[in-house]
């Protein structure tokens, strides 16, 4: 079962996989019109006017992605490519409108069209390599990687998939150096940053929290930046600090953010054993989430210890109707029980 910050690892590689197919994607006569005031119903009147226009079916493409319309967006770029086939560029874009889809197999099919076109497009066999590593065909990946990495040395991302991949198959010491050579060569690389703080993190080293800092630095409303900080200042027992971050995540960030509650509230219970203020953040937690069965039981006991036992037995049974038969419940029933019984 994963941790906390092993998941925030996933959704890191799954938004860098589903997001960052192409970072300069379209030319330049492609990628936009140069108007901010073009919008959808414009192009669709120029597209009537000229109906073989590649360019008009692109921009009205990126449009509909912008608003969110992945299927109308594939379904542009899809007719611009019948339009203008020979643009590499088209490819790589619909290619990445696939992968939003969850369709990894059509953006496959898409992106070994472009190679066939254009055999040393570096995009194209990065983003092949992309697609091989969600599927978890690490030899395949690394083959595209290669392969890119011949034609040009100086891409970012190619060691940056690549440290994905020795992640991927725990060797820890690859992935820190591919990563590390990814921000060398690309100091605004947020993802990497991540994956460099994570890493260092899982190694009990406090080099994680400068690379944290960094994507902070890069991204200053990162929720996962701050949160994982925190978790890493909690494993090296420095609640303070972990308070700290939690903290910025509900003052600043997000207040809905159940996580940074449940953990600021465990810190009070667990580690400074101030069940009061504890108390708060898991309602908290409670008020973002109200199926969260630990936040319940958690503040149960919190009550319990503070002698507030109606209100912790009625803390323990809703975790038990969120989760039946849950056994810490359960016992912190059975002991408000027997110190009432013995009071009486």
Known sequence: MRNYNDLFVVIVILLFLFTGCNNNSGSDNNNTTG????????????????PKNADLFFNRSQ????????????????????????????????????????NSGKAKETLEKCTS????????????????????QYKESMEYLLKAQKINKHMPDIYFIKGLIYKE????????????????????HYEAYMMLGSLYSKQKNNLAIDYFNNAKRLVPQSIEAYYMSGMHYQGMQNYDSALVEYENIINNIDS???????????????????????????????????QYAEAFHNRGYCYEKL????????????????????QLSIDGLNRIDERLLKNN
Do not use: C, W
């Open 256 to 290: 809905t953010y159940y996580p940074a509650h449940f953990n600021a509230g465990y810190i009070n219970m667990q580690y400074l054993g101030n069940y009061e203020k504890a108390t708060g953040y898991f309602s908290g937690a409670i008020n973002y989430n109200k």
């Open 117 to 136: 076109l254009v055999p040393e497009n570096t995009r194209a066999l990065t983003g092949l390599a992309k697609i091989h590593l969600y599927v978890q």
């Open 307 to 326: 002698n507030e036992f109606e209100k912790a037995r009625k803390d323990y049974k809703k975790a038990m109707e969120i989760i039946p038969n849950y």
């Open 63 to 102: 449009l509909y992605f912008g608003e969110n319309k992945i299927d109308e967006a594939i379904n542009d770029m899809s007719i611009a490519i019948k339009l203008d086939s020979l643009n590499p560029d088209l490819y790589i874009k619909a290619a990445e409108y696939y992968l939003l889809k969850g």
């Open 169 to 188: 198959t725990f060797d820890t010491v690859r992935a820190i150096d591919n990563f590390q050579i990814t921000v060398d060569k690309e100091p605004d």
């Open 35 to 50: 108007n901010d005031s073009v919008t959808i119903d414009n192009l669709s009147k120029a597209i009537r006017d000229d």
